[in-house]
């Protein structure tokens, strides 16, 4: 039969039965989905009307990815899939759908931050007081290589972050989302 991107089929707005009076287009055309895999790189090339191609992906192991509030984008490894809203079977095979929550590799955001910043990330805080010497003139000269401009904003950054903490949002173990503060809300109400 093959799969169409037409409306001849669907019911009328009052909800009555159309005619099909012709048959199905070539443009009204529709392709199965790619159902992309996690795996080593295999992607088909679709031919399309108008000549055009398209890169149809069946398996990949490689994403750009954005670290948004530091404006840095990088490839990196895909790690494994973790959450799908719409199906669970798409987690358990590792299947590469929009809006999945997927894990990355954090090897380049991390490189690039302890470039940028001086600062190694998921270290513990003992092992940089071991040697107190060493990491304070290293950072002093990364400090003295950053240009003034970027240190200015490093600062006011640091100043904008230091405003928004607040004793409550400390207090907890990890970031207030909207459905946590709501939640509270309705416990403060129910002990009322």
Known sequence: MGISRDSKHKRRNTGGKRKIHRKKRKY???RPAAMTRLGTKRIHLVRCRGGMIKHRALKLDHGNF???SEAVAKQTRILVVVYNASNNELVRTNTLVKNSII????TPFRAYYE???GVTLGKAKKESASTPAQ????AA???SSQPAAASKKD???SKKDSKAATPAAEASTGPVTKSDSVKRKQASRSRE
């Open 28 to 30: 009204e055309l529709g």
């Open 141 to 143: 000269s990364e400090q």
């Open 155 to 157: 600062a006011k950054k």
């Open 66 to 68: 954005s670290w948004a």
């Open 115 to 117: 470039q940028r910043y």
């Open 135 to 138: 990491p304070k003139a290293a």
């Open 103 to 106: 894990q990355i590799d954090a």
